[in-house]
């Protein structure tokens, strides 16, 4: 059976990441989160104070991206997770704080050369499912299989609302959707490598889709590309 490269773009709390993981699983194929990377050299700079309320020192970041080395290794119960310069960040990379940042920083093109470099290098064997913003447009635009994902945002701020809250995080709907739409424009608008979805994506709305149903969707289409039907 041949193997594919799946790409699953969209906006932000679309699911992509479950479905991918689920794809990923079914399949026994490669599972990255390409925004993970995106995020946790937000958390890096965060921490080296290159970025505040006000500022962001764009230049220091780019002077000091070879100081910044980032892995996907497994857990034990198989769930491959982000490590920044061998540290596990998976949770830390996760809190509004990084998600209010890390848009601007992934507007920087030196940060995109460099993640796009390491996801090149990661898919380039197949069989792996990839999700973020330009899967499907820069990274592999030859991708047998591109979804991409949409829902209405009030919707997607409610489902990021609660998984926030389940971890425990205090923060509001609000917030999250203002964080949400907020990502969405920058996303969309700048200038290197914007999300935009391509033409030979399938596009899927999940406002009103069950995480199941939707996985049996998309792995229907991934099944029929694999065999070479569709
Ligand atoms: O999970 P969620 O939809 O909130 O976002 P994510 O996939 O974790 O990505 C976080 C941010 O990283 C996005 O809002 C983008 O600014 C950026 N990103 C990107 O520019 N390109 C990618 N391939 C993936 C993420």
């Given at each position: 059976m041949r193997t594919i490269t799946i790409a699953i773009d969209g906006y932000s709390s679309t699911g992509k990441s479950t479905v991918a993981?689920?794809?990923?699983?079914?399949?026994?194929?490669?599972?990255?989160?390409?925004?993970?990377?995106?995020?946790a050299v937000t958390l890096?700079?965060?921490?080296?104070?290159?970025?505040?309320?006000?500022?962001?020192?764009?230049?220091?970041?780019i002077?000091?991206?070879?100081?910044?080395?980032?892995?996907f290794r497994k857990n034990s119960e198989g769930k491959s997770e982000i490590h920044l310069?061998?540290?596990?960040?998976?949770?830390?990379?996760?809190t509004l704080e990084v998600s209010e940042h890390v848009s601007p920083v992934a507007t920087v093109p030196e940060v995109r050369r460099k993640l796009?470099?390491?996801?090149?290098?990661?898919g380039?064997?197949?069989?792996?499912?990839?999700?973020?913003r330009d899967i499907g447009t820069v990274v592999f635009p030859n991708a047998e299989l591109k979804i991409f994902m949409n829902a209405s945002a009030k919707v997607r701020a409610q489902r990021r609302y609660e998984e926030l809250l389940e971890r425990g995080d205090s923060i509001t709907f609000q917030e999250v959707l203002d964080n949400v739409t907020e990502r969405d424009h920058i996303d969309t608008h700048r200038e290197d490598s914007p999300l935009v979805k391509a033409k030979d994506a399938i596009e899927i709305d999940n406002t009103e889709t069950n995480i199941e149903d939707q996985f049996h969707i998309i792995l229907q289409l991934a099944k029929d590309r694999i065999a070479g039907r569709i």
């Amino acid at each position: 059976m041949r193997t594919i490269t799946i790409a699953i773009d969209g906006y932000s709390s679309t699911g992509k990441s479950t479905v991918a993981r689920q794809l990923a699983d079914w399949l026994d194929y490669l599972y990255v989160d390409s925004g993970a990377m995106y995020r946790a050299v937000t958390l890096f700079a965060l921490r080296k104070g290159l970025i505040s309320e006000t500022d962001f020192n764009k230049e220091a970041l780019i002077e000091t991206l070879s100081a910044i080395e980032l892995e996907f290794r497994k857990n034990s119960e198989g769930k491959s997770e982000i490590h920044l310069n061998g540290e596990n960040v998976e949770k830390q990379i996760r809190t509004l704080e990084v998600s209010e940042h890390v848009s601007p920083v992934a507007t920087v093109p030196e940060v995109r050369r460099k993640l796009v470099k390491l996801q090149h290098a990661i898919g380039e064997n197949k069989g792996v499912v990839m999700d973020g913003r330009d899967i499907g447009t820069v990274v592999f635009p030859n991708a047998e299989l591109k979804i991409f994902m949409n829902a209405s945002a009030k919707v997607r701020a409610q489902r990021r609302y609660e998984e926030l809250l389940e971890r425990g995080d205090s923060i509001t709907f609000q917030e999250v959707l203002d964080n949400v739409t907020e990502r969405d424009h920058i996303d969309t608008h700048r200038e290197d490598s914007p999300l935009v979805k391509a033409k030979d994506a399938i596009e899927i709305d999940n406002t009103e889709t069950n995480i199941e149903d939707q996985f049996h969707i998309i792995l229907q289409l991934a099944k029929d590309r694999i065999a070479g039907r569709i």
